[in-house]
């Protein structure tokens, strides 16, 4: 079993930064993919995966040289630096673990409990 938590959502303006976190307990972070989902009206959607063995990182076109996914083993903590932040990227965030390289949601295994990020225009 593994628990994740979110932390450090909040509000932002426009082309502003935040640095998400999920602290994850139970079972090492390192034994599974680690992946960021966020949900806005609509469905969920991937956004960024980090490889459990050899931190391979891969992202969702619309953010790709905006947000960086890293992942401090030792801390078992995964992290979203997000940076020049749209509108656009409003939604609630998601951490989710999974032993499959994948970018669906029903392939995640375990999920944290979300945090919300609001950028104003």
């Known amino acids: 079993q593994v628990q994740l938590v979110e932390s450090g959502g909040g509000l932002v303006q426009a082309g502003g930064s935040l640095r998400l976190s999920c602290a994850a307990s139970?079972?090492?972070?390192?034994?599974?993919?680690i992946y960021w989902f966020r949900q806005a009206p609509k469905e969920r959607e991937f956004v960024a995966r980090i490889?459990?063995?050899?931190?391979?990182?891969y992202y969702k076109d619309s953010v790709k040289g905006r947000f960086t996914i890293s992942r401090d083993n030792a801390e078992n903590t995964v992290y979203l630096q997000m940076n020049s932040l749209k509108p656009e990227d409003t939604a609630v965030y998601y951490c989710?673990?999974?032993?499959?390289?994948?970018?669906?949601?029903?392939?995640?295994?375990?999920w944290g409990q979300g945090t919300q990020v609001t950028v104003s225009s």
């Open positions: 989710a673990a999974s032993r499959r390289l994948s970018t669906v949601v029903v392939d995640m295994d375990y």
């Open positions: 490889t459990r063995s050899d931190d391979v990182t």
């Open positions: 139970g079972r090492t972070v390192s034994n599974y993919h």
